[in-house]
């Protein structure tokens, strides 16, 4: 089983529809990301959380909301979907400070495609 | 300009070769560097991390890493089919602040040619 578990992996929605995509994960790391990523723009980030109480915004986080609900899990929300959110969304881990160099490894998830139409 | 460039290919080697994948980046604090390969359709892995200046080599692949040309590189020796996948530069500011402040490439598609 994966270390970082998405769902849904695929989902096709309507443009103004609510859709949220969960994240689960065993590696015990307090620190979550949520990133999207396009053809010839790589891989941005949403949100990030370091522990269940903190939210921070990333670099393109308009049009989208997210909850740390514990520490193993993280969900990204679209509350009224757009065509040009369709995108592959990456949920995503890692160690916090202290732990060596190993605290910048990002671990990511399988990956969630959204088609937005 | 991107704080992270790298070429966007196709990069194209024959099985055996060596491939030479390059990236530059543009925040001269930087201090840890990373190549990721994404599968198609699959999430990125880490598959080599470097600090400092010089070169960190880890079985068939080698980082190089300059700051003051600000350039990062990563060789793949012996190149096989199975390596045929897009490659992702990272760069982080800091010495351990993890994804947020991580910034990614577009990635480089390396096509290995049976």
């Known amino acids: 089983d994966a270390d970082v578990t998405q769902t849904p992996r695929n989902r096709i929605t309507k443009t103004g529809k609510r859709i949220m995509l969960e994240c689960s994960q065993t590696?015990?790391?307090?620190?979550m990301y949520w990133y999207r990523q396009d053809p010839g723009l790589g891989l941005r980030l949403i949100y990030y959380s370091f522990d269940v109480k903190d939210i921070n915004k990333g670099e393109i986080s308009d049009g989208y909301s997210v909850s740390r609900q514990a520490q193993a899990k993280f969900s990204l929300s679209l509350e009224s979907a757009i065509p040009n959110q369709t995108a592959l969304y990456f949920c995503?881990?890692?160690?916090?400070?202290?732990?060596?160099?190993?605290?910048?490894?990002?671990?990511f998830g399988e990956g969630s495609w959204l088609t937005v139409v | 300009q991107k704080e992270v460039e790298q070429n966007s290919g196709p990069l194209s080697v024959p099985e055996g070769a060596i491939a030479s994948l390059n990236c530059t980046y543009s925040d001269r604090v930087s201090q840890s560097f990373f190549w990721y390969r994404q599968y198609s359709g699959k999430s990125p892995e880490l598959i080599m991390s470097?600090?400092?200046?010089g070169d960190k080599e880890d079985g068939r692949f080698t980082a190089q890493l300059n700051k003051a040309s600000q350039y990062v590189s990563l060789l793949i020796r012996d190149s096989q089919p199975s390596d045929s996948a897009t490659y992702l530069c990272a760069v982080n500011r800091g010495p351990n602040t993890g994804g947020f402040k991580t910034i990614f490439g577009a990635g480089t598609r390396l096509f290995v040619k049976a």
């Open positions: 470097i600090y400092s200046n």
């Open positions: 590696k015990g790391h307090d620190r």
């Open positions: 995503a881990t890692s160690d916090r400070p202290g732990t060596g160099r190993t605290g910048n490894t990002i671990y």
